[in-house]
């Protein structure tokens, strides 16, 4: 090549090599243009995901994740993500809180940016008012000196409003035992002496709890035994129950009640029984002993009937239809779905039942006479036209429903209606039923007990929405479900978690509510205990069989049966053996202050689609 | 990557106008970066492209028997892929990204060449007169920018 024809060569690949751009230049993402399909990005805290962080609580930084999609609404593949908290970068994703405030977060992906997630960083010590100490397990009260008995405590930050506040406040509140912080909320005494425990933190003290340790013989100069029965009569049929109670007179002259074990001892005829209740399928005469400390009690004696057909129950119903139009053949069809469910006979699709159910020997009419005593041309029918469409649980409860309180000495209420809200705000509309517990003469664990025979200051009724009469297996037992709760049932599930059995019944496995979620649709549970059963029982919410009741369930409603108070029993005076009402029962006079009240609700959850029952065509309602 | 066909129309020994039709095909190799991550991008963009060169400067000097020439073109875009690649994982195809990109491209041409040769050779610079990818939100808009040598037969 001549050499006049090298200069060109040599001037088009300098101008070619200065023109191009490096190949491999690194270019800020922000420009990489790919992301343009990106429909939208969405940012989401890592950990408890909430909108608040507690300064010297929340140990860990404040992690984030995003994600992308297309406009498809496909997930963007392995994208890159940058992190950003108020306009500046944050590197790793992560942010350390130091100051309180309000910090926004968002998410990058190439031009496109997240709405931002607000997080709240607040020093708990502007927030807390009072710190509180109570005792979880153990009683003050008899605490022993030589190291066998375990207090644990719990502690409750208690806001500048007066409510708890949310949150775990261990991190930053430490548990002092005669001025001595200790490692855990749980204390053993071992020396004969007054300790004095309190909760110190955010630059709070908690009340003081005087925890009197003794040696063991110190509060044990006699035994009580005594006992309550679930009814007059105490037959072998695994229904009547007797409930037993411990107690101690001290060296001070105190009777305490004694819980303690292995120190208190229970005796059924001599032998050691476990727990302090008694029911049996074997008539004959029993006696009972306790023994604290080698102490003994007195001996009770308890005469146990053979099993007899006990009466059954006859309630009379009325449902006060607030601008529903329902049939009066779907009042009385539900009429006949209660009868089957509380006589033991409902199981439209043949599942198995619970090992232990059982007939609660209750039936319901519809009432046949008004409060005048007058006849009622469609029983148990009472049609309350106030010109509207839509009621509030709460207007209900507080005023209208009063307006219509039959004496529920001689009726049940319902109240149907096409509810806009109740008292519990987090169920908005969504609830199918809601009801409350009923009170008692007796003691019955998780049960108000009052002596004398006080008028109602709640409205001791059932509210139920116009769907649950629908020809539907899903809908169809929500009443039952109801008088459940009304005849003192709780919830066969734990609304928590597993440190005891809720609702009282040994027989129905307790489990954590949370695994009732409707991704985990099926009648299959894990209990408390860790074995599997299916979910049978009316009172657990819906995804189970729904076909029995329980003995020991039965053992709380003949409890409420014979003890409770506004209900058409015969303990309360009523023969209803055929549900029928003589004279004028009148109305229950709205009292001028109202109780607040323990309400249980039964949300109607989404649908959901499942395949292990006989799903009905109309499907629009669940009850929980 | 480009070839077609040209035709050329001479005013005078020095002075000539030339129009061509073309398939081009452009695109770029790019890496973006943050921090550590990096994320490889291969776009590729078909054209069917006529440029016309009006005037084409051919001056009889000896020693360097140079051309120059300036002009336009319009390239109509026949089709577009764009993968990309994040640490040198998977490699994903963006299907959807061609719907952002304009259809038409118009801009102007300068052009060296060398005869010399038995067969001339001509560098060729194009740059869009509008972007192709316009600009959304923060991003720089692209445009198209093209350093071709040509080879003509």
């Known amino acids: 090549m001549k050499s006049r024809q090298i200069l060109p060569l040599l001037v088009l690949t300098v101008l070619a090599l200065t023109t191009c751009r490096r190949e491999r230049d690194v270019l800020p993402l922000e420009d990489y243009y790919g992301y343009r399909t990106t429909g939208n990005v969405t940012i989401r805290r890592l950990g408890n995901g909430g909108p608040e962080y507690y300064l010297g609580i929340d140990q860990d930084s404040l992690r984030f994740t995003a994600e992308a999609r297309d406009m498809d609404y496909k997930q963007v593949p392995a994208p890159l993500f940058s992190y950003w908290v108020d306009g500046k970068p944050m590197p790793n994703g992560a942010f350390l809180p130091t100051k309180a405030g309000k910090y926004n977060f968002r998410a990058r992906l190439g031009p496109k940016e997240s709405r931002p997630v607000t997080v709240e960083v607040i020093d708990p010590a502007s927030l807390i008012s009072r710190l509180y100490l109570g005792i979880r397990s153990g009683n003050p009260g008899i605490a022993f000196s030589d190291g066998s008995s375990r207090f644990e405590f719990f502690g409750v930050a208690v806001g500048l409003n007066g409510t708890s506040l949310p949150f775990d406040f261990r991190p930053g509140i430490r548990l002092y035992v005669d001025g001595l912080p200790q490692p855990t909320l749980e204390f053993i005494p071992t020396q004969e002496k007054r300790y004095r425990v309190k909760l110190k933190g955010f630059g709070k003290e908690s009340n003081e709890i005087w925890i009197d340790a003794h040696p063991p013989d110190y509060y044990v100069t006699q035994v009580r035994l005594s006992m309550v029965q679930n009814g007059p009569e105490f037959q072998a049929d695994e229904i009547s129950k007797a409930d037993f109670r411990v107690e101690t007179l001290s060296r001070e002259g105190r009777w305490v009640n004694f819980s303690a074990q292995p120190q208190r001892e229970f005796f059924v005829d001599d032998r050691l029984s476990p727990g302090l209740s008694f029911k049996t399928r074997t008539p004959g005469v029993y006696r009972f002993k306790a023994k604290v400390f080698s102490r003994e009690s007195n001996e009770l004696t308890l005469s146990v009937l053979p099993p007899s057909e006990s009466a059954i129950i006859t309630i009379p119903i009325v449902f006060h239809l607030f601008n529903v139009a329902i049939p009066q053949a779907k009042l009385q069809a539900q009429v006949d779905i209660l009868n089957k469910v509380f006589r033991d006979q409902w199981n439209p699709n043949n599942n198995p039942k619970a090992e232990r159910h059982a007939d609660l020997r209750l039936q319901f009419v519809l009432a046949d006479t008004d409060p005048n005593g007058r006849p009622m041309p469609q029983p148990g029918r009472d049609y309350i036209d106030l010109g509207r469409a839509r009621y509030s649980q709460k207007e209900i409860s507080d005023k209208l429903g009063w307006d219509h309180y039959w004496n529920p000495d001689f009726y049940l209420n319902i109240y149907v209606a096409n509810y806009t809200d109740t008292y519990l705000a987090s169920l908005k509309g969504t609830w199918a039923g809601l009801g409350s517990y009923p009170w008692t003469r007796v003691a019955l664990p998780g049960i108000i007990m009052v002596s004398g025979n006080p008028k109602p200051d709640f409205l001791y009724a059932l509210y139920v929405i116009p769907d649950v009469f629908k020809d539907n297996y899903v809908t169809q037992t929500v009443i039952a479900h109801e008088i459940g709760h009304l005849l003192g049932l709780r919830h066969a599930f734990n609304e928590a978690s597993c440190e005891q059995d809720e609702d009282y019944c040994d027989d129905t496995p307790a489990y954590p509510r949370h695994q009732y979620i409707p991704e985990n649709l099926g009648t299959r549970r894990i209990g408390c205990d860790g074995m599997a059963f299916s979910a049978t029982n009316f009172m657990d919410y819906y995804y189970g069989y729904e076909n029995s009741f329980t003995l020991d369930q039965a053992s709380r409603v003949r409890h409420i049966l014979n003890y409770g108070l506004w209900l058409p029993t015969p303990a309360n005076g009523r023969s209803n053996s055929h549900g029928r009402i003589t004279g004028a029962p009148g109305f229950v006079k709205r009292p001028p202050v109202l109780r607040p009240v323990d309400w249980v609700a039964c949300p109607a959850p989404e649908a959901r689609p499942f395949g292990f029952l006989r799903r009905p065509a109309d499907f629009d309602l669940l009850k929980e | ?153």
Request: net charge positive; with cysteine; proline share 5%.
């Open chain 2, 1 to 153: 990557m480009q070839a077609g066909v040209g035709l050329e129309i001479g005013y005078s020994r020095r002075m000539a106008a030339r129009l061509e039709l073309s398939y081009v095909r452009k695109g770029a190799r790019e890496v973006f970066g943050q921090r550590t991550d990096r994320l490889e991008a291969t776009t590729k963009l078909h054209y069917a492209q006529l440029n016309l060169m009006p005037l084409i400067l051919k001056p009889e000097w000896k020693r360097f028997p140079v051309t120059a020439g300036f002009g336009v073109y319009g390239g109509c875009l026949l089709k577009m892929s764009h993968r990309y690649t994040v640490n040198h994982g998977a490699v994903f195809s963006n299907v959807l990204l061609s719907d952002n990109f304009r259809s038409m491209d118009f801009g102007w041409t300068l052009s060296l060449g060398y005869q010399g040769f038995r067969l001339p050779l001509e560098l060729r610079f194009e740059a869009g007169f509008r972007p192709i990818l316009p600009s959304h939100g923060l991003q720089t808009p692209l445009y198209n920018r093209v350093l071709a040598l040509h080879l003509t037969i």
